[in-house]
């Protein structure tokens, strides 16, 4: 079953506007981490947040972490058409200690933004 | 190098071909993976090799087949699959657990079983 969901499946916003994209999950997790795909390729890591980070920034990126709501947020400030995208967050629940993550991936949020 | 390839790009096999799918970094990441993602959908984990050794199976079926030569290769072989096995099979690799989590993924191979 999918650890995961995200709110909204699709989103469709104005170049310039800011988009916001929100995950739950249902079990304890090491970290929670979020990839964007384009049209059907390869998935590229974005942003990862530990279970006792609360937020994090890179860029125009900012993602919080609330474990006791067992979810997450992905802002995306002033986008771009080139954020077009689907937005996946992924959790990994394997516990320190282990030399691999298992990572489970939520349905996605589609984001469009129109130039 | 910070990249994961994937030979081919696109494969069509029929349901009584054998074919082999090929995954290749040269990162030094010690973890490689095996996905499967359905249009539309998120991708599904297959398998995970550690250190050359299969770690995790999800219980996938025998007609796919991985195999890790060494540390940079990972292959999935493929016999008798069925149409509904047609799908993007995404190749990934991570570094050594307490060197970082992030997953670096291929392009995907797109696999049409007719």
């Known amino acids: 079953s999918q650890q995961g969901e995200e709110d909204p499946q699709a989103l469709s916003i104005q170049e310039g506007e800011n988009a916001t994209m929100n995950c739950s999950y249902k079990?304890?997790?090491?970290?929670l981490q979020w990839y964007r795909q384009n049209s059907g390729r390869g998935l590229v890591h974005l942003i990862l947040i530990r279970s006792n980070e609360r937020e994090k920034h890179s860029g125009r990126l900012r993602v919080t972490l609330d474990t006791s709501k067992k979810s997450s947020s992905l802002l995306i400030t002033a986008s771009r058409a080139a954020d077009t995208a689907s937005y996946f967050c992924?959790?990994?629940?394997?516990?320190?200690?282990?030399?691999?993550?298992?990572?489970?991936f939520g349905q996605g949020t589609i984001l469009t933004v129109h130039p | 190098d910070t990249e994961v390839t994937q030979t081919p790009k696109h494969l069509v096999m029929g349901m009584t071909n054998k074919k082999s799918l090929k995954c290749e970094q040269h990162?030094?990441?010690?973890?490689m993976y095996w996905y499967k993602q359905k249009a539309k959908k998120p991708p599904e984990l297959m398998f995970v090799y550690s250190y050359e050794k299969l770690s995790i199976n999800e219980s996938v079926p025998s007609r796919f087949s991985p195999e890790c030569p060494n540390s940079s290769l990972l292959n999935l072989h493929l016999h008798a699959l069925q149409p509904e096995d047609s799908a993007l099979y995404l190749c990934?690799?991570?570094?050594?657990?307490?060197?970082?989590?992030?997953?670096?993924f291929g392009p995907g191979t797109r696999l049409t079983v007719t």
């Open positions: 992924a959790t990994d629940a394997r516990a320190g200690g282990t030399s691999y993550g298992k990572l489970t």
């Open positions: 079990t304890s997790i090491n970290n």
């Open positions: 990162m030094g990441h010690r973890a």
């Open positions: 990934a690799s991570s570094p050594v657990r307490d060197q970082g989590d992030e997953q670096y």
